[in-house]
């Protein structure tokens, strides 16, 4: 079975631009959440989605959304990025059945560095 | 609320050695404990889940951790520490609605 895919590994962007990036889960999982992974803060829950729809979101500015698609494929997007946002951004998948006591499965990552 | 807590940001052990990762939780119901694992440029990967029954859980290789609701720990260990191990350990803690991770432990191992 494929894992976690997260497409691109690595992004640069300047400040002000907006980036999407994209999750494939493993075939099946219908939730997927994304969090942000720095140095100073550890990992930050983003949000998740679940059959289409967000279903739980962290404490992270409206510059950041989400979507996920029918076939459970997921985007985030950040617009009027900040030199801030400079973090690993990591995609995880889960069957989403039990909700948060579902083992999650996470992809590489894509590093997104803002100049 | 619950919350998760990692002592020590930083371990480094000999290489065979006992490695020991602790992990406190807070939780006002029955948590359900994970312990992931993060390799450099990797996301994260499971090592092993408590759920419910056996307080000892084993995990992949050669880990296992102990849910000790008295102390309310989950502390991670492997007798014999190899290179392979070197990595940053995460512990996480579940409730209904909510996942929340610890702020990591990096493990190094000396050769």
């Known amino acids: 079975k494929a894992g976690v895919t997260q497409t691109p590994r690595y992004l640069i962007k300047t400040r002000g631009q907006q980036v999407t990036l994209s999750c494939s889960p493993i075939s099946g999982h219908r939730s997927v959440s994304w969090y942000q992974q720095t140095p100073g803060q550890g990992l930050q829950f983003l949000f998740e989605y679940f059959s289409e729809t967000q279903r739980n979101k962290g404490n992270f500015p409206g510059r950041f959304s989400g979507r996920q698609f029918s076939n459970s494929r997921s985007e985030m997007n950040v617009s009027t990025l900040e030199l801030g946002d400079s973090a690993l951004y990591l995609c995880?998948?889960?069957?989403?059945?039990?909700?948060?006591?579902?083992?999650?499965?996470f992809g590489n990552g894509t590093r997104l560095t803002v100049t | 609320a619950q919350s998760v807590t990692q002592l020590g940001s930083h371990v480094s052990v000999s290489e065979g050695a006992l490695v020991l990762l602790r992990c406190n939780y807070s939780s006002s119901v029955p948590p359900y404990l994970f312990w992931y694992v993060q390799y450099p440029n990797q996301g994260l990967q499971l090592l092993l889940k408590y759920t419910t029954g056996a307080t000892l859980v084993k995990g992949i290789n050669g880990f296992e951790a102990e849910f000790k609701k008295s102390e309310t720990s989950f502390h991670l260990t492997k007798p014999s520490a190899h290179m392979s191990d070197a990595a940053e350990y995460f512990c996480?803690?579940?409730?209904?609605?909510?996942?929340?991770f610890g702020t990591g432990t990096r493990l190094t191992i000396i050769p």
């Open positions: 995880a998948s889960s069957s989403g059945d039990s909700g948060w006591r579902s083992p999650l499965h």
């Open positions: 996480a803690v579940s409730e209904s609605e909510k996942l929340t």
